[in-house]
């Protein structure tokens, strides 16, 4: 037995550490008691578009926007090109954030309001990037959620069918609730202060990643396609491709069809994987293409990730079969043409 509880439980939202916003529940109704499961949630987030990263709506201000969730971002951000518009207050801070192109300092702004799902919360603080991301449906896409945020919750990404939860557990014995169904699992690690770090198996070579949704398709770096087994001249004969980060700085890589990758239990065969020279310290991006094909439950209480796979073997599964497309669009350009 579980009780969901959504609008009424979501009180205020408060800074953490000057930039994270962390949300402090207050339920009323539905008490807990032994033995009984209690989900918290924000309430169901409609994903906007198709492809790529998720976008979902919020309101900044009592004004429409739209944000991309991105686990692989350490903060939550906003364009500077959008801040006057939505009535943002520039604070003195600077910080220092990571993208694929380095380090780069940024501005500190403050939203007085912030809708999200059911709750609203004050006094929000955003990165400021100088990075634009276009619209959707006429909505300006205005930054990104980052881990600062996401990880207070269990986040549970069901792109395939438009949406995304945020949980708080309690007293529950299964860690995935709200499902049915066959699920696998994978033990996930908290790299840095928000960043979630898996093993993954590329050709039957093991490979450390990042579990990003902020990149619309998986990269993997050099290093790890040779020691996978792909060399220079096969790379060479490879689709180019183009990318960038948070500080507009472009990278060059090549589409590359690998024998097999492994993410837990599951095995992908023949995935097309872009090989791109990230700076992630040495980590691959399992980015949005694989949240886009398959149920995918981060637990960042347990540090673990709960997959569904929607095609299963011997079923052919589309999950890495999109990334010609994908990488073929900058992430711009495919958040400025979204799918309706």
């Known amino acids: 037995m579980h009780c969901l509880k959504d609008k009424e439980g979501v009180q205020e939202m408060r800074l953490k550490h000057s930039l994270a916003a962390l949300l402090f529940l207050t339920l ?3 008490a807990e008691t032994p033995n ?31 944000m991309i969730v991105d686990t ?38 403050k939203v007085d309001k912030l809708g999200l799902g059911t709750g609203t919360t004050q006094d929000i603080a955003l990165v400021g990037l100088p990075r634009t991301h276009g619209q959707i449906n006429g909505i300006p896409i205005v930054g990104l959620f980052g881990g600062d945020f996401l990880t207070s919750y269990d986040v549970v990404f069901d792109l395939p069918a438009h949406k995304i939860d945020l949980y708080q557990l309690h007293g529950c014995p299964s860690p995935t609730p709200m499902w049915d169904g066959p699920v696998s699992k994978l033990r996930s690690s908290r790299e840095g202060k928000t960043h979630i770090g898996l093993k993954l198996v590329l050709n039957n070579y093991k490979i450390d990643a990042i579990l990003d949704s902020g990149s619309s398709a998986t990269v993997v770096l050099p290093r790890q396609a040779h020691h996978a ?10 689709i180019s491709t183009k990318s960038r980060g948070i500080d507009l700085h472009s990278l060059s890589g090549h589409l590359h069809r690998f024998e097999r990758l492994q993410i837990g239990d599951e095995v992908f065969p023949n995935p097309l994987l872009d090989v791109s020279p990230l700076k992630t310290d040495g980590d691959a991006l399992l980015g949005a293409d694989f949240l886009r094909h398959n149920r995918v439950w981060i637990s960042n209480r347990n540090d673990m990730i709960y997959i569904q796979r929607l095609s299963p073997p011997p079923m052919q599964d589309p999950t890495f079969e999109h990334g010609l497309r994908k ?10 043409q979204p799918t309706p």
């Open 229 to 238: 087994g792909v060399s220079e001249e096969q790379l060479a004969n490879d």
């Open 28 to 30: 009323a109704g539905c």
């Open 327 to 336: 990488r073929q669009l900058t992430q711009p350009d495919m958040q400025k």
């Open 72 to 109: 692989g971002a350490d903060f939550s951000s906003v364009s500077e090109s959008l801040t006057k518009q939505y009535d943002m207050t520039r604070l003195s801070a600077y910080v220092p954030v990571n993208g694929v192109g380095g380090l780069v300092d940024a501005s500190v702004y």
């Open 36 to 66: 009984e499961c209690v989900v918290h949630t924000l309430g169901t987030l409609p994903v906007l578009n198709d492809h790529g990263s998720p976008i979902v709506e919020v309101t900044l201000n009592d004004k429409k926007a739209a």
